[in-house]
């Protein structure tokens, strides 16, 4: 079965720093990756997703990820984060070929300090 | 156009009720999905809906959990005798079919307490 590993539970940088928010995943062939960003009282909103080509998807918001095979990874990047980013952000993934239910990480929430 | 509207958006019950959670897709959307949030995870796979039937539900924690969707369109998640650890955000999504990959669009999510 697949499985996601956000590593960072909790993160703080400030306006206008970059930003790096780490995914690994676990499973046997490739995968469909997703970021998904959660708002206070919000419903779950798609930044990006990668299926299958170019390794770098850009998203949503200025949010871009890269998909390295090697590393089990799909972490995802902003250069220059605004203090609206500030949320819940969960790495998703989803089975190529088959039904779509969505196994997510734990999350990691963003604080932006001004 | 309209987004996934779940209701109602809290729901407040005593152990041991029974409760249900509706879910209204995005029209046009074949596919139907539920899953649960508990505090501090992610959102976890309950069971999901190509058009009537059920075609996985694998995600549901027991029998007392169930959920319906009997004209293709709005799903009911229905929850007998609630137990504590039942308290948890349940969120719906809809996309436009099952192939891999497509987008699911989540609703705000019901939140659910279990006194």
């Known amino acids: 079965a697949q499985s996601v590993t956000q590593p960072d539970i909790h993160i703080t940088v400030s306006e206008g720093a970059s930003l790096e928010l780490r995914c690994n995943y676990s499973y046997g062939a490739t995968p469909y990756l997703f970021w998904y960003v959660q708002s206070p009282g919000q419903g779950l909103q798609l930044l990006l997703k990668y299926f299958s080509g170019d390794t770098l998807v850009q998203g949503i918001k200025g949010f871009e990820a890269e998909f390295k095979r090697s590393q089990s990874s799909f972490n995802l990047r902003k250069p220059s984060v605004h203090w609206s980013d500030a949320a819940e952000y969960f790495c998703a993934v989803g089975v190529a070929g088959t039904a779509s239910k969505l196994t997510f990480g734990t999350g990691t929430r963003l604080q932006v300090t001004l | 156009g309209a987004g996934v509207s779940q209701t109602p958006s809290n729901k407040v019950t005593e152990k041991g009720k029974y409760v249900e959670l509706r879910c209204d897709p995005i029209?046009?959307?074949?596919?139907l999905y539920w899953y649960r949030q508990s505090l501090g995870q992610g959102p976890e796979f309950l069971i999901y809906f190509q058009g009537t039937g059920a075609a996985d539900d694998s995600g549901l924690p027991n029998d007392r959990f169930f959920a319906v969707r009997p004209e293709g369109s709005v799903s009911t998640l229905k929850i007998q005798r609630t137990e504590r650890g039942d308290s948890a955000v349940y969120l719906c999504?809809?996309?436009?079919?099952?192939?891999?990959?497509?987008?699911?669009?989540f609703g705000p999510g019901t939140r659910l307490t279990v006194l």
């Open positions: 029209s046009g959307h074949t596919a």
């Open positions: 999504a809809s996309s436009h079919g099952l192939a891999g990959g497509r987008e699911q669009f």
